[in-house]
């Protein structure tokens, strides 16, 4: 990433943190709210499914138990919200280590079937011992912030998606993040030339794991109240997986992108279908995957460098005809 | 007296594990042998249902006639895919299959509820009244019964298409080794595509049995897909035998559960029982030593 690049990028974060003075109605700031909170999971389910190529399907768990960190901890522990974010991260943290220390030796589907079971075993207990998480019924969250919510909670996600995208930024350039394409692209080569493939994709997953968890509390916060089928069900996972996808696994701009044109579809949609609004997920999946198999991004800048190059050699073509 | 009630656990899960033997069955020659990753398996055991139930709808024969039909219908639904969406992707990793038939999956499940709305529906036949007495304290509701021998019934032709047919052998010889298949002149793609469409049409006609003792709801096979690929994993991978095994564990299993902790706790006994024999024994339970 050039400095350039660096500048536009924090023109777009400050352009993005001034954006409630011109919109006002709560509606649209929810949607833009979503669209960045989307984009922050995108980014974060990025590290590990799209830089080291391990497909989770399971991230609802990270997302889940930061919620309900913050919708238990305060009433179990006597504890302010804020902490018991950082509680929720922590579990988070716990889940990452347990679900990595187990499925990171499984390859292929089977990790992506671990990863989903998982995280319906959280959901299922969450459902089922009500006397710690409320059960079905759900559970009141505290509020993260008062006074104008809508504004606030929007900024927070801005400020999330801003962390999540630095983050990237840092990992894509650093020497972890070679590790972590190397093990993608082929894992044995990667173990054969000293990369500690476990310990490098256990590191990605918990950073992953700690940006999904601070997203989950955001979301819990703005609802005031969470239920196990709505924060750990394998919607949200699938929705965090295909905003990735979709703008492009693996480029740093894709999970952004993927989150603008997903929210918006489903925005519009959610009026024409109703509840069968997953409809037009299942077409964007299929779509992506016969038409786009490198996201958004992806093809787009596989387009853009292909240009580049045939626009090269037309060029010196030109230059050996005129000679 | 609780040893009678555990008795009659173990037997209503052995009949409903047939019906989960059948869509296991179905995954493990998609899965297990052809090494399709399919996400949308209990999409089509709930589209399968759903065939049955609008055809009983529409003309009252008996759901225990319009299976067949049903399986025919996914027999030809599952051709078609393989061809327009599978084919196209082939040779590619198995996380564009798994997005692939996990967006399949949303657009039957999501489909139906926009057609059908979300409402619960269960139908009603003469049998659903009667039960079966084994003796003072054990007693089986009969449309379970029937099910159960009809589930039998189509996994021995399974397991004889897989075993004894030509498709069946050209199957397991691209499962062994699907380099040199082609070179004995094996159509590979023509054998993967009867595979796959025998696979959904075994879900599909297990859609159609679950009819008359189940709820029918678009979601309904969500949780199949999963127990399917926790029945091919436990099995054993290429083991069609094993899967249907694994289906019966899995039902009896699930119904001494919901005895002795609840019906609640079903789905999550299940989950981790698959998580550990992932971690523990990746070859699963029925299966032969395997790298």
Same mark, same amino acid.
């Given at each position: 990433m050039k400095r350039s690049h660096l500048i536009a990028a924090f023109a777009i974060f400050i352009l993005s943190l001034l954006v409630p003075l011109v919109v006002q109605t709560g509606y649209l700031l929810q949607i833009l709210f979503r669209v960045y909170l989307f984009a922050a999971l995108g980014l974060a389910w990025n590290l590990i499914g #799209?830089? !080291? #190529?391990? +497909?989770? +399907?399971? /991230?609802a768990a990270y997302f889940g138990a930061g919620a309900y960190g913050l919708a238990l901890f305060p009433g179990k522990l006597g504890i302010s919200p804020w902490i018991a974010v950082l509680m929720g991260v922590i579990v988070a943290l716990g889940c990452a280590l347990l679900i990595g220390g187990v499925s990171f030796r499984l390859r292929g589907p089977y990790f992506v079937l671990a990863t989903i079971a998982f995280a319906e075993v959280l959901r299922l207990i969450a459902k089922n011992l009500p006397d710690v998480t409320? #059960?079905?019924v759900g559970v009141q969250v505290p509020g993260?912030? /008062?006074?104008?919510v809508n504004r606030a909670f929007y900024w927070a996600a801005v400020v999330l998606t801003a962390l999540a995208f630095a983050t990237t930024v840092a990992i894509s350039r650093a020497r972890f993040g070679y590790y972590l394409m190397a093990i993608r692209e082929d894992e044995d080569t990667a173990l054969s030339v000293g990369i500690g493939a476990a310990r490098t994709k256990l590191a990605a997953l918990m950073v992953s794991a700690v940006l999904t968890a601070l997203c989950g509390a955001l979301y819990a916060s703005l609802f005031l109240y969470v239920v196990p089928d709505q924060v750990l069900s394998i919607d949200v996972s699938n929705e965090i997986a295909i905003v990735a996808m979709l703008g492009? !696994?693996?480029?740093?701009?894709g999970p952004i992108v993927g989150s603008v044109v997903l929210e918006s579809a489903s925005e519009i949609f959610k009026n024409i279908f109703?509840?069968? /609004? +997953?409809l037009i997920y299942g077409v964007l999946l299929v779509v992506v995957v016969l038409f786009l198999p490198e996201g958004i991004v992806g093809t787009l800048a596989a387009r853009l460098r292909r240009r580049a190059l045939f626009g090269g050699i037309k060029a010196s073509a030109k230059g050996v005809a005129n000679n | 007296m609780d040893l009678y009630a555990a008795l009659q656990a173990v037997i209503n899960g052995v009949l409903t594990g047939a019906l989960y033997a059948l869509v296991g069955m179905g995954l493990a020659l998609i899965? *297990?042998?052809?090494?399709?990753?399919?996400?949308a398996h209990g999409a089509f055991m709930m589209l399968g249902m759903y065939a049955t139930y609008v055809l009983f709808t529409r003309t009252g024969i008996s759901p225990y006639l319009l299976f067949i039909v049903a399986g025919i219908m996914l027999f030809g639904v599952g051709y078609a895919i393989y061809y327009g969406l599978l084919r196209p992707i082939? *040779?590619? =990793?198995?996380f564009m299959q798994i997005l692939l038939t996990l967006g399949i999956g949303l657009i039957a499940t999501d489909g139906v509820l926009l057609i059908f709305g979300a409402d619960y529906h269960q139908i009603n036949i003469p049998l659903l009244g009667k039960n079966l007495h084994l003796g003072p304290h054990i007693a089986v509701n009969a449309p379970w019964v029937v099910s159960f021998v009809i589930a039998v019934a189509v996994a021995l032709g399974l397991y004889l298409f897989v075993t004894r047919t030509m498709a069946g052998r050209a199957a397991r010889a691209i499962a062994q080794n699907r380099y040199s298949a082609p070179l004995m002149g094996i159509n590979v793609f023509r054998v993967q595509a009867t595979s796959f469409a025998v696979g959904i049409a075994a879900a599909g006609i297990a859609g159609g049995l679950l009819l008359p003792v189940f709820y029918i709801y678009p979601q309904v096979g969500d949780q199949f897909t999963l127990k399917a690929f926790v029945m091919v994993v436990l099995g054993g991978m290429e083991s069609i035998v094993g899967a249907a095994l694994a289906g019966l564990v899995l039902g009896v299993v699930e119904s001494l559960t919901s005895l002795y902790?609840?019906?609640?706790w079903a789905l999550a006994v299940d989950f981790v029982i698959f998580l550990l024999v992932l971690s523990l024994?990746? =070859? *699963?339970?029925?299966g032969r030593q395997k790298a």
């Open positions: #799209g830089y !080291a #190529g391990q +497909l989770s +399907l399971g /991230h409320g #059960g079905d993260l912030f /008062h006074g104008n492009g !696994a693996g480029t740093v701009l109703k509840e069968a /609004h +997953l | 899965f *297990g042998v052809m090494r399709i990753v399919n996400f082939h *040779g590619k =990793s198995d902790w609840g019906n609640e024994k990746p =070859s *699963g339970i029925f």
